[in-house]
């Protein structure tokens, strides 16, 4: 990289990731390297089993007990993400990387009003009041398109749509204003209207700030309009840039 060029936000270099299963080590991500930008969009597909959740977990590092990191290096701006201690990473996660996770129905707590949810990572990381939360998630709700806050807040996670639920997810990882959102296939539980109506959200995300975002799915037709290039994993190897 020559000395002109600005530091990615994120850069991946080298990462290997195995999990341990019935006694056997199975590598599930080889070699794997990723860059993102300030303000730019990386879309990642590739089959059912290639490892995109993997590396996503592996770069809020939240792989489970049975994963080991082998080699690899995982730069956040000027931060060895692989480095750093529980108090560190609490200020990353959820703060300065935004995330939304495959499954809307479970990364909600069933028992616990939206607002609860929305407002918990503002309160913590941002210290805000109660109310100040509360207005500050109407407005995140209506950037993510879900017009009647107020209403939404109230709602329990069984009360709403499987698109309103994900627009929830996503105004939760905004909340705190990441520099980073990582997108793990926000939209494959919902219904092909509903999956083009928030990949259009998420355009208006992308052109409305410089929020950088990696957005994994296994549909290129659906990532392919907002991603400014998309990796293609095979077996846990980067294969080409696509799209
Ligand atoms: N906790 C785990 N323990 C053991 N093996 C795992 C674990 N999680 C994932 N794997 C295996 O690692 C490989 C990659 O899984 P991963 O979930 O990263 O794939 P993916 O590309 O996200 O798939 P999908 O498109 O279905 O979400 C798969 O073979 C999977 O079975
Ligand atoms: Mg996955």
């Known amino acids: 990289m020559s000395a002109e060029q600005p530091i990615p936000l994120l850069q991946v270099r080298n990462l290997s990731v195995s999990y341990l299963s ?4 199975k590598l599930v991500l080889k070699k794997v390297d990723l860059e993102i930008g300030t303000g730019e969009t990386v879309g990642v597909i590739g089959e059912s089993g290639c490892g995109k959740t993997t590396m ?22 000027t931060q060895d993400l692989l480095g750093l201690d529980r108090d560190q990473l609490n200020q990353v996660r959820g703060r300065k990387i935004g995330f939304v996770f495959q499954e809307p129905l479970s990364a909600l707590n069933p028992l616990m009003r939206i607002e609860t949810q929305v407002c918990e990572g503002m309160r913590y990381h941002l210290h805000l009041s109660k109310n100040a939360a ?69 355009a208006q995300l992308k052109e409305s700030s410089s ?15 907002i991603a400014d290039r ?13 799209g």
């Open 22 to 25: 019935n006694g056997t080590e």
């Open 56 to 77: 996503a977990l592996a770069l809020l590092r939240l792989l489970p007990p049975n994963a080991s990191v082998l080699e690899g290096q995982i730069t956040f701006g």
């Open 134 to 202: 509360r207005v500050r998630a109407i407005t995140l709700l209506e950037r993510v398109g879900i017009t009647d806050g107020s209403k939404c807040l109230e709602a329990y996670p069984h009360q709403l749509s499987g698109g309103m639920r994900q627009r929830v997810l996503i105004a939760t990882a905004l909340s705190c204003e990441p520099r980073l959102l990582i997108c793990d296939e926000p939209s494959s539980s919902l219904d092909r209207p509903t999956q083009l109506k928030l990949m259009e959200t998420m």
């Open 211 to 225: 929020l950088s975002i990696l957005l994994i799915s296994h549909d290129l037709d659906l990532i392919s309009g």
């Open 230 to 242: 998309t990796l293609l994993i095979e077996a846990g190897v980067c294969r080409v840039w696509v």
